[in-house]
C-alpha cells in the first residue's frame, strides 16, 4: 500500500532554515510528481510546491518563491522541501502528497509540523 | 495565484443532502475541468473524494457527487451519515503547473 512518511519538523527561529523529507513506498516513485501542501492552525490547505516525476522542473505558490525548494531523490524514494528565511505565518502542518493524474492529489502523509517562534 | 472561495460551514441532518460550493473569480482557473475534492476528519490527513469535477475514486460512496457550472463547482452528499461530518476542501488546477485550494468548509451533521 502506498505510504508517505514525512519527518524533519520541529520548532525555529525567524530567519531559520529547515529540511522536510517525505519517504515514499506502495508505489513506483519515480513516476509521479509530488506536491508538498501546508496547513496553517484551524485554517484550510495551501497548495506550496511541485516536482515533476522525474525532478525536470519544480513549481510554487508566490508566497514561498526563492524561500523554499523542492527536490527529490528518486534513488531514494524520497522528496524534500528546503524551507529558508522561514516567518511565523510559515508555522503549519507540511503534508508530502503523491500527484494523480489530471491535478488531483490520490495520497497523502500524516503531515510534520513546523513551528516558527522565537 | 487565485483563491477558491467555499462556504465555512453548512449543515444538514441525517438522511438529507447537502451542497458544498467552491467559486473562483478567475476565468483561467474557472477554464479548467481539473477540480478535487477532500474530505479531511480531525487530525487526519485529507482523503480525495472527487477528482476531474465529477469522478469518483474506487472506494469513494456514490453519495457523494461533484459538479461545475462556469466559475463554481459544487459537491454534493446525499443520504447525510454521521460519518460524513468533517471538512471539505475544493481544489483546482491554477495553469502553470500549480494548484490553489479554498479555505475550506465544515459540515455539520445535526
Known amino acids: 500500500q502506498v505510504q508517505l512518511v514525512e519527518s524533519g519538523g520541529g520548532v525555529v527561529q525567524p530567519g531559520g532554515s529547515l529540511r522536510l523529507s517525505c519517504a515514499a513506498s506502495g508505489f513506483t516513485f519515480s513516476h509521479y510528481g509530488m506536491h508538498w501542501v501546508r496547513q496553517a492552525p484551524g485554517k484550510g490547505l495551501e497548495w506550496m510546491a511541485f516536482i515533476r516525476y522525474d525532478g525536470s522542473n519544480e513549481y510554487y505558490t508566490d508566497s514561498v518563491k526563492g524561500r523554499f525548494t523542492i527536490s527529490r531523490d528518486n534513488s531514494r524514494n524520497t522528496l524534500y522541501l528546503q524551507m529558508d528565511s522561514l516567518r511565523a505565518e510559515d508555522t503549519a502542518i507540511y503534508y508530502c502528497?503523491?500527484?494523480?493524474?489530471?491535478?488531483?492529489?490520490?495520497?497523502w502523509g500524516q503531515g510534520t509540523l513546523v513551528t516558527v517562534s522565537s | 495565484q487565485s483563491a477558491l472561495t467555499q462556504p465555512r460551514s453548512v449543515s444538514g441532518s441525517p438522511g438529507q443532502s447537502v451542497t458544498i460550493s467552491c467559486t473562483t473569480i478567475?476565468?483561467?482557473?474557472?477554464?479548467?475541468?481539473?477540480v478535487s475534492w477532500y474530505q479531511q476528519h480531525p487530525g487526519k490527513a485529507p482523503k480525495l473524494m472527487i477528482y476531474?469535477?465529477?469522478k469518483r475514486p474506487s472506494g469513494v460512496p456514490d453519495r457523494f457527487s461533484g459538479s461545475k457550472s462556469g466559475n463554481t463547482a459544487s459537491l454534493t452528499i446525499s443520504g447525510l451519515q454521521a460519518e460524513d461530518e468533517a471538512d471539505y476542501h475544493c481544489c483546482s488546477y491554477a495553469g502553470s503547473y500549480t494548484l490553489v485550494f479554498g479555505g475550506g468548509t465544515k459540515l455539520t451533521v445535526l
Open positions: 502528497a503523491k500527484d494523480w493524474p489530471n491535478w488531483a492529489i490520490d495520497y
Open positions: 476531474d469535477v465529477s
Open positions: 478567475s476565468s483561467d482557473v474557472g477554464g479548467y475541468n481539473y
